[in-house]
């Protein structure tokens, strides 16, 4: 692996880890903020609007946008995740310049779903670390036989982290659930635009009739919910998701500079409970996924 200059761990450098993570705890809880802010401002933002065909045997609904879900959303989240998956980064560069006395260019917390793709690209990333943080790093693998909540976290991280750098901005749009709501008798209820993060002029769900009427087939509201395509989040709300996220890197980055000085030690953590970070106020606005 190869190496530039000479050193040790620096003090600066690795309290400005710790407060990567501090500070994605609190920009998320502004993200939370305003997202309340404009799911709930007056008028609301959005409409469900429906169209009847002219014979009325279906009736189709939309989701109208009078405010645009704004694009800050999509910023303050990728901020967020770069400063976690940064911290976790940085931990590894200062394990492998405490364990070797070597400032590594090819350090990288690796995060894969496969003991393969480890094996192939994961494990010479930290093959300059000691024993103890190297084998708690490949513990929290997120292998499909593994789900702790942890493995979770990282498989959630990794992959939101490469959409946002690589491919493109974490778009925010809603998704629909019938919560509540109850639909005339008779009535065939089709969920076109369930599970989907849908945006302005995107069909929600289609409603036939039992006979043709243009009266309203659906009693009650949709439920709808602020969201983010993220199919690793077991459907977990996304800002809930990114408290537990951060909760659990909390607690790695931690455990990795206790490390620092003593790396043949086996590390042992206590993870946290998953919603015991905010208070339900503080995650309490419509986001999922």
């Known amino acids: 692996m190869s190496s530039v200059n000479v050193g040790e761990p620096n003090g600066s450098a690795i309290r400005a880890i710790l407060l990567k993570v501090k500070r994605a705890n609190d920009q998320t809880k502004v993200l939370a903020d305003l997202q309340t802010e404009y799911v709930f401002s007056e008028p609301c933002p959005y409409r469900?609007?429906?169209?009847?065909k002219t014979d009325f045997t279906e009736h189709v609904h939309y989701l109208y946008l009078d405010v645009a879900v704004p694009l800050d959303f999509s910023i303050r989240l990728g901020e967020i995740?770069?400063?976690l998956r940064s911290a976790l980064d940085q931990c590894v560069f200062q394990l492998?310049?405490?364990?070797t006395g070597i400032e590594h260019d090819?350090?990288?917390?690796?995060?894969y779903d496969s003991p393969d793709k480890f094996r192939d690209n994961g494990k010479r990333r930290i093959e300059d670390i000691g024993d103890g943080p190297k084998v708690f790093i490949e513990?929290?693998?997120?292998?499909?036989?593994?789900?702790l909540p942890v493995h979770n976290s990282m498989l959630d991280l990794n992959n939101l982290s490469n959409a946002d750098k690589h491919r493109v901005a974490h778009l925010w749009g809603f998704s629909f659930g019938l919560g509540e709501t109850e639909i005339a008798t008779g009535a065939e209820f089709i969920p076109t635009?369930?599970?989907?993060?849908?945006?302005?002029g995107a069909e929600i769900c289609r409603i036939i009739p039992e006979s043709p009427t243009n009266e309203m087939q659906v009693r009650g509201s949709l439920e709808a919910t602020l969201s983010i395509e993220n199919p690793t989040a077991a459907r977990r709300g996304v800002s809930m998701n990114l408290f537990s996220v951060i909760?659990?890197?909390?607690v790695i980055v931690i455990a990795l500079l206790g490390a620092l000085g003593q790396q043949t030690e086996t590390i042992g953590v206590e993870w946290?409970?998953?919603?015991?970070l905010v208070s339900e106020s503080e995650s309490s606005p419509p986001s999922g996924v």
Do not use: C, E
């Not at 090819?106 to 995060?111: D, G, S």
């Not at 909760?247 to 909390?250: N, Q, T, Y």
């Open 96 to 99: 492998a310049l405490d364990n």
């Open 106 to 111: 090819q350090t990288m917390f690796p995060i």
């Open 48 to 52: 469900v609007r429906r169209s009847i």
């Open 247 to 250: 909760a659990d890197v909390k």
């Open 139 to 147: 513990s929290l693998q997120p292998y499909s036989d593994r789900s």
């Open 272 to 276: 946290p409970v998953h919603r015991s």
């Open 193 to 200: 635009g369930f599970g989907k993060i849908l945006h302005h």
């Open 81 to 83: 995740i770069y400063d």
